[in-house]
């Protein structure tokens, strides 16, 4: 069966830094990986979505990378600020199920002042 | 003011009974979404919808029943024959590819 893996350990970063989280997937072939944000007690918000043929994708201080070889996705936040604090998710959509999509269990990120 | 609204935000419940969560969207989304969420864990998909009158089981279906007579409205029957109800459950509706997701504020329902 498909696997999501994220670090279920919290990642703990000074601000101003560049947060790296990672999503690794097995006996799946997805056609789009997303990114999610989500608050405590909340709904999970779309950040970023990127295609199976796309290597990179930036929106603002956002970036990820996908890489279907190692099956894997990097989701990096620069000059990050304690407002990105939250707990990311990423989802993963199959190129023959339409509209099922698989989430990890997400990683927390504290950005410390 | 566009979105998704779930009620009621907590919801208590006595075992045994049946309860039904509301979900309903004005983005004007095809596909709609059912998801369970337990502490630690990812979202898990419940049920699917991707046009009115019909509708898919995700993962964990069991104990659980949809219907989708608007495009509008998705509720969720959660039944008594689901045996660890108590949980976070969101709703999303989504866009057509690529697809993006839509979430509501979420119903937290404890079952007593």
């Known amino acids: 069966s498909q696997k999501i893996e994220q670090n279920s350990e919290a990642l703990n970063i000074q601000e101003g830094k560049t947060a790296t989280l990672t999503c690794n997937y097995t006996?799946?072939?997805?056609?789009?990986l997303q990114w999610y944000r989500q608050d405590p007690g909340r709904g999970p918000v779309f950040l970023l979505l990127?295609?199976?043929?796309?290597k990179e994708k930036r929106k603002e201080r956002l970036k990820v990378t996908f890489d279907t070889t190692l099956k894997q996705s990097l989701f990096h936040i620069t000059a990050s600020q304690p407002a990105d604090s939250a707990t990311y998710l990423c989802?993963?959509?199959?190129?023959?199920?339409?509209?099922?999509?698989?989430f990890g269990s997400g990683t927390k990120l504290n950005v410390k002042p | 003011d566009g979105g998704i609204t779930q009620s009621p935000k907590y919801l208590f419940r006595k075992e045994g009974q049946n309860v039904t969560l509301s979900c309903e969207q004005n983005?004007?989304?095809?596909?709609m979404y059912w998801y369970r969420q337990d502490p630690g864990q990812g979202l898990r998909l419940i049920y699917y919808?991707?046009?009115?009158?019909?509708?898919q089981k995700g993962d964990i279906a069991e104990g659980y029943s949809v219907s989708r007579e608007k495009k509008e409205s998705f509720p969720l029957t959660v039944t008594s024959a689901q045996k660890n109800p108590t949980a976070f459950y969101l709703c999303?509706?989504?866009?057509?590819?690529?697809?993006?997701?839509?979430f509501g504020p979420g119903t937290r329902l404890t079952v007593l």
């Open positions: 006996n799946y072939s997805p056609a789009y």
């Open positions: 990127i295609r199976e043929n796309e």
């Open positions: 983005l004007n989304h095809d596909a």
């Open positions: 999303a509706s989504g866009t057509s590819r690529p697809d993006t997701q839509y």
């Open positions: 989802a993963l959509e199959g190129a023959y199920n339409f509209n099922k999509f698989y």
């Open positions: 919808s991707q046009i009115v009158n019909d509708f």
